[in-house]
């Protein structure tokens, strides 16, 4: 169980460190007045680059070992 979690925080931090983000424009909080009203604010432009995956398959044949099970037998 402590390897899958050491695994799992690995993986993470890895597909945390894959891409990489520039702020275009920085975002803005909403202003709001006494009588709710407001301005709805404006998010940020963020261009996220993206690592670039190649995923394949190939086909093996791998050799198995023959396992001979001798149950005993029922009395």
């Known amino acids: 169980m402590k390897k899958i979690s050491i695994a799992a925080m690995v993986i993470t931090g890895l597909a945390l ?36 995956v190649e995923v394949g398959s190939e086909e093996k044949t791998i050799e198995v070992p023959d396992v001979d099970v001798t149950m005993p037998s029922e009395k």
């Open 17 to 52: 460190t894959a891409c990489e983000a520039d702020v275009k424009e920085e975002g803005e909080m909403p202003s709001m007045d006494v009588d709710v009203s407001g301005d709805a604010g404006e998010l940020p432009e963020i261009d996220v680059e993206t690592a670039d």
